[in-house]
């Protein structure tokens, strides 16, 4: 069974980067057929999606994010990571990773998600 | 982008009732779209994709349909265990974008 587990600091000070790593268990980011995302929640609304990358290292960002987004992935280890630049309140958020199938070579839905990670922005 | 709008954004029902939630998409995007259900202070999770398909697990109880721009989420027989947020998400093309949410209580 798939599981993915977030990780990193819970707290970024404003104008700096926040980093989270997604680490993958029961399976492996090396198979084609999936595509590994964020998804961020503001505390109490609804979703956004962050961006998407793929096992050939090929990522999509959400372009509200305006170039403050980097993905890697790190099949050797199976996990992948996000770097936001410049973070403000505004990036305070519960921040999930998931997975989700390849279907006729494009991003579709999530599933397994995990179970998130609260960081948030403040002096 | 596309722009997902979910009604109700909050609803309260029986147990045993049958409940429906609407979602509507800005554009045409076929059957490309799922349903999750976050219940309180947990991940989402999937419920049905492709508009219409059960994911594995999930009861019976739960059915989509819809294309094009509107799509419904039906819950027969609404149980305890059904309370939480359902939001839906559009897959046709990037950035994927979900609606606001409609917060399912128990009356």
């Known amino acids: 069974q798939l599981q993915l587990q977030e990780s990193g600091p819970g707290l970024v000070k404003p104008s700096e980067t926040l980093s989270l790593t997604c680490s993958v268990s029961g399976g492996s980011m090396r198979s084609s057929s999936y595509f590994w995302g964020w998804i961020r929640q503001p505390p109490g609304m609804g979703l956004e999606w962050i961006g998407s990358i793929y096992h050939s290292g090929t990522s999509h960002y959400n372009p509200s994010l305006k170039g403050r987004l980097t993905m890697s992935r790190d099949t050797s280890k199976n996990e992948f990571s996000l770097k936001l630049q410049s973070v403000t309140a505004a990036d305070t958020a519960i921040y999930y990773c998931?997975?989700?199938?390849?279907?006729?070579?494009?991003?579709?839905?999530?599933?397994?998600w995990g179970l998130g990670t609260l960081v948030t922005v403040s002096s | 982008d596309i722009r997902m709008t979910q009604s109700p954004s909050s609803l309260s029902a029986s147990v045993g009732d049958r409940v429906t939630i609407t979602c509507q998409a800005s554009q045409d995007i076929a059957k490309y779209l799922s349903w999750y259900q976050q219940k309180p202070g947990a991940a989402p999770e999937l419920l049905i994709y492709a508009a219409s398909t059960l994911q594995a697990g999930v009861p019976s109880r739960f059915s989509g349909r819809g294309s094009g721009k509107r799509f419904i989420l039906t819950i027969n027989s609404l149980q305890t265990s059904d309370i939480g947020t359902y939001y839906c998400?559009?897959?046709?093309?990037?950035?994927?974008?979900f609606g606001g949410g409609t917060k399912v209580e128990i009356k």
């Open positions: 998931a997975r989700g199938p390849i279907e006729v070579g494009a991003t579709t839905w999530f599933d397994p």
């Open positions: 998400q559009h897959y046709d093309n990037l950035p994927l974008t």
